[in-house]
């Protein structure tokens, strides 16, 4: 499956911070999303293959990567009260013509 | 630009009784759409998608969704429903961009499921 670390963080206002996605091996694409409470998912931005490929109405301090491992990271700098929300990974594999997508439980961020 | 509209956000069934959640899409090609459920505190999980073909669609825990063009309907529907379903249901539709199927997903507010006994 996908995990991702921490679980739950607390951060100030105006602080960085990075979130970590795990996946199985060979999950080339991984997608990240902002869930505000009571509010759907909103897509941050893709990797594919580690290359960017795509990208929702973030600003430039939020920003990724993708490793070797497929594994990811998000980060986000100069951080705001709004920026509190649910983080949610996924990750993608393709095999035999047949794409399979998983999301992993998602990281709480609370800004202070 | 892509958007979904889930016109109910709060739900009450009684158990075993059917289940209709709404969702409305709006895009401009042949879109990807998708439904998902996210128990409290938890991930979201794949009940089902729509990508080509047979307009009714069968997914996991006996859910089913039918995908309508002329009224831009991916409506999500179960016979009989469980407690265990009680979540909160998201549906959502994918750009299909840059080589995945599950390109930048657009999802709607979502609609809490509640299910008495």
């Known amino acids: 499956g996908v995990t991702q670390s921490p679980t739950h963080l607390i951060k100030t206002r105006g602080q960085q911070v990075t979130l970590r996605c795990s996946s199985q091996?060979?999950?080339?694409?991984v997608s990240w999303y902002q869930q505000a409470l009571g509010q759907g998912p909103q897509f941050i931005f893709q990797?594919?293959?580690?290359?960017?490929?795509g990208r929702g109405n973030f600003p430039p301090r939020f920003s990724g990567l993708q490793f070797p491992n497929d594994s990811s990271e998000l980060n986000v700098n100069a951080l705001e009260l709004d920026d509190s929300a649910l983080y949610l990974c996924a990750s993608s594999l393709k095999s035999g013509g047949k794409e399979t997508q998983y999301f992993g439980p998602g990281t709480r961020l609370l800004v202070l | 630009a892509q958007s979904v509209t889930q016109p109910d956000i709060h739900i009450t069934v009684s158990e075993g009784a059917s289940l209709e959640l709404r969702c409305n899409y709006s895009?401009?090609?042949?879109?990807?759409l998708f439904w998902y459920v996210q128990s409290p505190g938890q991930g979201l999980q794949l009940l089902l998608k729509y990508f080509s073909g047979d307009t009714l669609v069968q997914g996991i825990k006996g859910f089913e969704a039918e995908f309508k063009r002329s009224q831009s309907s991916f409506n999500l529907r179960k016979p009989s429903v469980h407690w265990s379903d009680a979540a909160e249901y998201f549906c959502a539709v994918a750009n299909n961009a840059g080589g995945t199927s599950y390109g930048k997903l657009t999802f709607g507010q979502g609609t809490i499921l509640t299910v008495h006994p």
């Open positions: 990797y594919y293959r580690k290359e960017e490929n």
């Open positions: 895009y401009g090609a042949t879109p990807y």
């Open positions: 091996s060979g999950h080339n694409t």
